[in-house]
Structures are given as structure tokens and as C-alpha cells.
């Protein structure tokens, strides 16, 4: 049987014998897979003019709602990829992080998309930057989504989480993709790809599988396409030197296998609990998915004087992990994903092995349960043990992918940071230590090194996502070794596949085209209060100006009453002397409260609630006899998602400019309202 690939809306299966792939525990024949005959420059261009202007018309919040639409059909669906999984030799526990760790990507977008982005398919970046004397002339940065494609070329350890993590993002930014995951376990991508699709969910052309060689692809790409990369730092080189990239300066993200550390504090004992909690993360990060995690404990960094304690407990803890059929009760621990990832494995242990002594494992010599060795592709978990970690270069250097630590000795901090960064670019590095100021001389001392930090004390541990697991609102990515790259990083991740780009002119033709009021932009006046207008009658630079109300020292003394406000400014006129202020000034917060008297409409209307405060400034004291007026005005409109039972909605921001009788502005703030929609 052949794999099927995704391509210009329909299935197709390659021409010619393609590759075939085994089930890693059994080594039975499960498909083949190949993309010969396929016309690779016509799948982009399928992608770029077919899911691009379906995706880059949908707002943010639409595309957020497609995800979540997403997950929630491939969570009804998980139990389908579950027990294809386990042909890829992982775990229960391996397939959750793949499966339901991918899914839950797309939850966080989904979320994130609709709760810090606009409903709009752009979005502002910052604020406005006066480059003009009168304020005439503007400038600000817009992001707008790339009108190519999105290229994912993924490891094998992954095959759901490593596309759902990286489509999660560009669907949301508004990019389609086109996913190439590893041949070996593209058997489960498949699937999942299968129930996506005939899901309906995403418009067509929004993604696309390929499952097999990418061919003569990179061949055709453009500025405007995206290639990211999961893998060896040495493929990902090969690719990131492709001609069209160079030429063409596509955006290329690598986030390649690295050297990852995890550093035990010298204020460790034996038994104690941060001891206990090291040994147990070095354990599971080594034998999840068979160590074949490019986040996985690669060099495990410890007190000189504490390193036979630890081999000792964690020669304890891993003879307990049984390996096996990851089906049968009791199993641990699955297979390597093939048997050339044995053969691989083995090569990088021969050579470790030669300046590092075996403190446990033996690759000729251990169990398998409830499966053939000979058929599977298993691997036994080993440590390793290097003695001058300063000087002996080989753990730095070489990554046996699979079940496989170094422990290394260190006698200073200094020396914990000096082995830590030797290799050259990681992940992520751990800390285990109740110390903070060791925690503090870590991070800061190796940072540079690494795209993430995890310190873990006996206070975090309960809810620490552990070592090894990315979060879809953190970057992921490393310097160096590690490929260079970032990758998720919440809202961060999104700007990768958009372009930014700064546009000038006059106030009032920048919000026309961003629909946010800009500073001196042109303001619309109309007889009806903008209180009394619904969600869709206000418009961007509606603008109402209010009567106007003179401070008295009663208002000052009475607001101190009601809030216990009592800070000399406000209440004692003798301690002025020396300070910025020549008499007793108004509270900040009754300049505020006294500005929502003076704009708001109180009868009941389309205005249902107070949302909230956005931004608040008190740029000039506020004396006795000052008199105040307000400019309240319409700066930003966010439709709502319509919710069952509930009264169709948007939230409206506003600008309120509070001046004073010399018409300079006193106070600034960003408010928030809940307005009704017209039914």
C-alpha cells in the first residue's frame, strides 16, 4: 500500500516503487511512501493562489475560531492516532505528548488569537511615532500576512505535534502550509492529515502533505514563503544554503538536536527532595520516546563531590524502566523509531565510548518484553560518564539520538557554566536547585546559550512542565547548535509569517487604514451621543465633547473621604515645600472619575458595561479653579464572537482626552465598553 499525499485539493499517490516504512516494534511492512510524479512548483503555486486569499481574508479572530474548531474534532478523533502510534514505537505516555501535546497547540492559538489579537486580517504594531513638528505627518508599522506558503519539513520523533505545533501558527497568521514530515513515521501525519481534511474545517488549499522527498521544491520558492525545519543540524545547513533561499531571502526558522544540559546545585544531598526530583527528570527525559527528543538530557552537569550518588540512583531508577512492546502492560519504554536510528544510535555510543567510561547499559546484552529484538528497532537506555568534562570534547560534539546521557563533574560554578555552554547552543538547559542565587548565576551565565531556562525547586515542581516540554507561549529554538531559529513564542511566532511594514501620511488617512484612532487625526462629530449608538452605528474618530465642570477643594476632600486617598498632595498644603506641586492638587483617580461623569450617558442604551481600563496618564497637576472638559472618542471597535443565549456584542475602546481651561490635555486614558450589536 502507498501513502496517499495531499496536493491541489485531492489525494495522490506517487509513481514508482516508494519507501518503505516498518512498524518499529514489530518490523512488519505498515506502507510505502514517495512523491515521485508530483509537480512541485504547481503545489505552491496551488497554495499561494488558492489558501492564501482564502486565509489572509479571515480576521484573526476567525481563524482562531478555525482552530479551535480543529482540536476539538482531532480530540474526538485521538484514540484513531493512538493506536497507529504505538507503531512508531512510543508509549502511552510518548503518544499523549505528540497527540494531545499537539492538539493543545492549537487550543493556545485559538485562544490566544482571539484574546490579544484584533478582528481584523492585519494587525498595528505599537504606537504611532510623531515624525512631523504639528503632527501632520506619521508613521506607524503594520502586519500583514505573507502571500506564500508556509514549507514545514519535520523530524520523524514527532509526527503530530511536530506539524500541529508549526501549522497552528501560520493558519492563525494567516499563511497556508504545505507539510513534509519525516518518511519513516509519516504514516500517523498521514492520518491525522486524513481526518483534517475530511473535516472541512479549513478552506481549501490551507494545507497540504507531502509524504516523501520535497523534490524539486525549494526550487521554487519565493520571498514571500516561510521554510521552517525540525532535524540534524547538518541536513538543516544543507537546506538553509538552498540557492532559492539565499537568493530569494526566504524566511528560514531550524530548530536542529542539540547538546541539552541539566544542572544539579551543590546545595543537593543525597535522599533530599530537589536529589530525588533531579534523578527522576534525567530518568524520564533519557527514556520518553527512547530519548529521540531533541529537548531530551543530553549532559547531566553535577557537583564533583556528588557524582557517585548520583550514577548510583540513577542506575537504580533506569534498571527499573522496562523496555518492550509499548502495547504490554508493565513497558516503559518503546523502540527507536526504526532500525537505521539503531545503527545510528550505536555509531555515536561507539565513538562516546572512546573517552567516556559505561556506567550502565549494554547495547549487546538487555531484555526486550513481549517483543523480538531482532524484528524491533529497541534500544537500551545508557550513562555514560566523563571525567574531565573541561577538556574531554566528544559529549560536547556528538549526540547519540536516542536513550543516551553523559554525567559530568563540575567543582565551581564557574566550571557548571563553563561545561554548560561548551555545547555550543542548546534548546534548553535545566537547573534543580533550592538555591536562587545559584539559579540566578545559571541562568545569567548561560543564557546566551540556550533558547530556554528551566529552573526547578521543590516549590515549582508540582506544577513544572518538566525539562523537555515546549509550550506553545514560549519560544522554541535555540542559538548555535540548535539551529538559530524560534519557533511558538505565542503572539512572537505569529509575526514570522507576516510582514512588517511602516506607513506614513497624515493621521486621518493612517486610521483609515488601520480602523485605530490616531493622535490628531480628523474628528466626527454628530448630534446623537456615541453612548446612545449601537456596536455598528459608532465609527472609528466619532468624537463627543462634553460640558465642562470646575474643580473645587470640596471635590478634592470629599474624593479623600470616599478613598481613603489621604497622600499629602491631596490633604496637607504645608508639606508642598520642595515638591513639584504649589497647592493641594486633585487625585489622578477623581480627574478620571470626574471626566466618566462628564462623558457618560446615563440612561440605559446599547452601552452595556464597563470593560475595563487599557492605559491611564496624569500629565499635569490638577489645581483648585481648574476647569475641565472632555474629548471622548472612538479609537478601536473588536466584535465579539456570537455566544448562545447571550446578546450579539463588541467591545469598543475609547480615547478620553481630559483638557483643562487652557486647552492642554491633563490626563489621558484608554477605556473599554461592552456595546450591544444590532440584532
Not at 520523533?157 to 511536530?162: D, K, Q, S
Not at 563540575?410 to 542548546?426: E, F, H
Request: net charge neutral; with cysteine.
Amino acid at each position: 500500500m502507498k501513502l496517499a499525499n495531499y496536493v491541489e485539493g485531492k489525494w495522490v499517490e506517487g509513481l514508482g516503487e516508494g519507501v518503505p516504512l516498518f512498524n518499529a516494534i514489530n518490523g512488519e511492512l505498515i506502507a510505502e511512501a514517495t512523491t515521485k510524479g508530483l509537480d512541485f512548483g504547481e503545489i505552491l503555486d496551488y497554495a499561494r493562489n488558492t489558501g492564501s486569499p482564502a486565509l489572509r481574508k479571515m480576521t484573526f479572530h476567525e481563524r482562531a475560531l478555525m482552530l479551535k474548531k480543529l482540536a476539538l474534532h482531532l480530540t474526538a478523533k485521538k484514540e484513531m492516532f493512538y493506536k497507529l502510534s504505538y507503531a512508531t514505537g512510543a508509549t502511552k505516555v510518548d503518544s499523549w505528548v505528540d497527540i494531545e501535546g499537539g492538539i493543545g497547540n492549537l487550543f493556545v492559538y485559538a485562544s490566544k488569537g482571539r484574546r490579544e489579537l484584533p478582528n481584523e486580517p492585519f494587525f498595528v504594531d505599537g504606537k504611532p511615532e510623531i515624525v512631523s513638528k504639528n503632527g501632520t505627518f506619521i508613521g506607524h508599522h503594520i502586519c500583514v500576512p505573507l502571500e506564500g506558503t508556509a514549507v514545514h519539513i519535520n523530524a520523524f520523533n514527532f509526527p503530530c505535534w511536530g506539524m500541529l505545533e508549526k501549522i497552528a501558527v501560520n493558519l492563525l497568521a494567516g499563511m497556508p502550509a504545505i507539510v513534509k514530515p519525516a518518511t519513516i513515521t509519516s504514516y500517523l501525519t498521514q492520518i491525522m492529515v486524513q481526518e483534517i481534511i475530511s473535516s472541512g474545517i479549513l478552506p481549501e488549499g490551507a494545507l497540504q502533505l507531502l509524504c516523501g522527498s520535497t523534490g524539486d521544491l525549494l526550487d521554487h520558492l519565493t520571498c514571500q514563503d516561510v521554510v521552517t525545519f525540525t532535524g540534524s543540524a547538518s541536513t538543516g545547513k544543507k537546506l538553509k544554503s538552498h540557492a532559492s533561499i539565499l537568493e530569494n531571502s526566504v524566511r528560514f526558522t531550524m530548530e536542529a538536536d542539540s547538546l541539552n544540559c541539566c544542572i544539579l546545585g551543590p546545595d543537593a544531598v543525597p535522599g533530599s527532595e530537589i536529589f530525588n526530583l533531579f534523578i527522576k527528570e534525567v530518568a524520564r527525559e533519557m527514556t520518553t520516546k527512547a530519548g529521540q527528543k531533541c529537548t531530551a538530557i543530553r549532559r547531566t552537569i553535577v557537583p564533583d563531590n556528588l557524582t557517585e550518588p548520583v550514577i548510583d540512583a540513577l542506575k537504580k531508577r533506569l534498571a527499573t524502566i522496562a523496555i518492550g512492546d509499548p502495547q504490554k502492560e508493565g513497558v516503559r519504554m518503546g523502540s527507536l523509531a526504526g532500525k537505521e536510528q539503531v545503527k545510528e544510535v550505536m555509531e555515536k555510543v561507539k565513538m562516546l565510548q572512546k573517552s567516556c567510561e559505561t556506567v550502565f547499559g549494554n547495547y549487546d546484552d538487555f531484555e526486550v518484553m513481549a517483543a523480538d529484538k531482532k524484528k524491533g528497532a529497541f534500544f537500551p537506555s545508557m550513562l555514560l560518564y566523563s571525567k574531565d568534562p573541561l577538556h574531554n570534547m566528544a559529549p560536547h560534539e556528538l549526540e547519540a539520538f536516542g536513550p543516551v546521557s553523559t554525567v559530568m563533574p563540575y567543582k565551581t560554578a564557574a566550571d557548571a557554566i563553563a561545561i554548560a555552554k561548551l555545547g555550543k547552543g542548546s534548546l534548553v538547559g535545566s537547573i534543580f536547585t533550592e538555591d536562587d542565587s545559584f539559579a540566578r548565576q545559571m541562568v545569567l551565565g548561560t543564557a546566551a546559550y540556550h533558547g530556554r531556562m528551566v529552573v526547578i525547586n521543590s516549590k515549582s515542581a508540582g506544577e513544572s512542565t518538566g525539562h523537555g516540554s515546549p509550550l506553545p507561549h514560549l519560544v522554541h529554538g535555540g542559538p548555535g547548535r540548535a539551529g538559530g531559529g524560534e519557533e511558538m513564542g505565542g503572539m512572537r511566532g505569529i509575526f514570522h509569517y507576516m510582514q512588517r511594514t511602516a506607513i506614513q501620511g497624515h493621521p486621518t488617512t493612517i486610521t483609515a487604514i488601520t480602523d485605530v484612532y490616531q493622535p490628531k487625526s480628523e474628528q466626527i462629530h454628530t448630534l446623537t451621543h456615541p453612548f446612545r449608538k449601537y456596536f455598528d452605528e459608532l465609527q472609528i474618530g466619532e468624537t463627543e465633547v462634553t460640558h465642562k465642570r470646575t474643580v473645587t477643594e470640596a471635590d478634592i476632600v470629599n474624593f479623600a473621604n470616599i478613598s481613603g486617598d489621604n497622600f499629602y498632595a491631596h490633604t496637607d498644603v504645608t508639606s508642598l515645600e520642595g515638591t513639584m506641586f504649589t497647592s493641594r492638587v486633585a487625585h489622578g483617580y477623581f480627574v478620571l472619575s470626574m471626566a466618566a461623569g462628564l462623558f457618560v450617558d446615563p440612561r440605559k442604551g446599547p452601552v452595556l458595561a464597563n470593560y475595563g481600563l487599557d492605559e491611564c496618564r496624569f500629565v499635569k497637576p490638577v489645581y483648585v479653579g481648574a476647569t475641565l472638559g472632555v474629548r471622548l472618542t472612538v479609537k478601536e471597535k473588536t466584535a465579539k464572537e456570537n455566544k448562545e443565549g447571550e446578546r450579539p456584542q463588541g467591545i469598543v475602546k475609547w480615547q478620553v482626552d481630559v483638557y483643562d481651561e487652557t486647552g492642554e490635555t491633563v490626563a489621558m486614558a484608554t477605556i473599554l465598553t461592552i456595546v450591544a450589536r444590532k440584532e
